[in-house]
């Protein structure tokens, strides 16, 4: 699904920062409410009802999580960063570092979430069948089956809410996943990636019209149903601005595309070894060349951290001719998920956009197969990229 921001961490699942934005809280408490409602519609007492409704609220959005982790694993799989995934009011994003590279890993990647939705769906369906029955399972998927046991009515509920999240997803509107397979197949047959973005992102914008209409079409005509005609309204307004969002996205994407991380980088980095003391590193590097901080080289030249100028302004005097840059340095974390501070020499371009370490520090660190620092990309120079491309 679509979605974005800034986000509340709530924990890391195989090393990828899972968030949630303010946003999700509010649509949490909102299907408790609607989901106690339904739930003493279906006779169980209010107590039980709301446990229900909290458990059953807390396994969807598990569920919705579970859908972005499918397509996180895949996309890692392809050598994609994912710089995590956030669940926000309309569903979860997982979000790459980068653009696929083709057709194929673009249809993999979307698909891959989809399938999760719907080996979710069949497992909630295949325990209620073992639970009460075939029938009784199929009654309480329609919400056909007052009364019942409390495990029936959740495996009921999960099941049907997996599979409206699959047939939504499966629109073909991008950034939707079915928006994303359209695009893989459009990408597949015509070979140009901008020119399948826009029959997308044209596709999207279309059903978040039909999305808009039909639910100003559900307020006017069913008063009772003004949070479902609402909803599907808002929903529509949502994917119609993300569709936007995306095919302008791509064009500036397009812009350096076949451009590498060694065609816009200073190629003559300023590093200091990890075993320089601080005094020297505080006289030599940070009082010269007046720079925030710096990439830390161990002996052989590879990247071993970064150092700051308030970590080293930290330490007492009378250690500084003793304590090692080392000893205050932050460590790099490349097996991360977010890729830690550096990029290697022939990555796209492209793949520095996504990463968060760039907008937080203003620069990254380039480096060759063997880890050896090799250059600095910095902010400055990604946004000249994108206006002026610099040639290969």
Request: charged share 20%; net charge negative.
């Amino acid at each position: 699904m679509f979605g974005g921001g800034n986000s509340i961490q709530l924990a890391r699942v195989f090393g990828i920062r899972i968030g949630v934005e303010p946003s999700w809280f509010l649509v949490l408490f909102l299907i408790i409410y609607l989901l106690n409602g339904y739930y003493v519609d279906l006779a169980f007492a209010d107590g039980t009802a709301f446990v229900l409704a909290v458990v059953s609220a807390l396994a969807f959005f598990l569920s919705v999580l579970l859908h972005e982790l499918g397509h996180a694993v895949v996309a890692l799989r392809n050598k994609i960063g994912i710089t995590g995934i956030d669940l926000w009011m309309f569903g979860g994003v997982a979000k790459m570092s980068r653009d696929t590279d083709s057709a194929g890993v673009e249809f993999r990647v979307a698909a891959a979430g989809p399938l999760v939705t719907l080996l979710i769906a069949a497992v909630c369906f295949g325990a209620a069948a073992l639970h009460s029955g075939g029938q009784a399972a199929y009654d309480a998927t329609v919400f056909a089956a007052p009364g019942g046991t409390e495990t029936l009515a959740v495996l009921g509920y999960l099941t049907s809410i997996n599979v409206l999240l699959l047939l939504f997803n499966l629109i073909p509107g991008f950034p939707l996943d079915g928006g994303r397979i359209a695009r893989a197949i459009a990408w597949k047959v015509t070979g140009d990636r901008s020119r399948a973005t826009r029959f997308a992102a044209r596709l999207g914008q279309g059903f978040a019209f039909l999305m808009i209409a039909g639910g100003v079409l559900i307020v006017l005509s069913d008063p009772e149903r003004l949070i479902t005609g609402i909803w599907l309204a808002f929903v529509g307004l949502f994917l119609g601005q993300a569709a936007r969002q995306a095919q302008v996205q791509t064009e500036v994407t397009s812009r350096i595309e076949g451009l590498r991380v060694a065609d816009v980088m200073d190629d003559d980095p300023v590093g200091i070894p990890a075993s320089l003391t601080v005094d020297r590193a505080l006289d030599e590097f940070f009082l010269r060349y007046r720079y925030p901080w710096f990439p830390v080289v161990d002996e052989s030249g590879r990247l071993a951290g970064l150092v700051t100028y308030e970590s080293v302004d930290a330490v007492l005097e009378p250690e500084r001719a003793t304590r090692t840059v080392e000893s205050v340095m932050a460590p790099d974390s490349p097996e991360s998920a977010e890729g830690g501070l550096r990029v290697g020499l022939d990555e796209p371009l492209e793949a520095l956009l996504g990463r968060d370490v760039l907008q937080r520090l203003g620069a990254i660190v380039a480096v060759d197969p063997e880890g050896r620092l090799r250059g600095v990309v910095t902010v400055d120079q990604v946004r000249r990229a994108l206006t002026t491309p610099v040639a290969p």
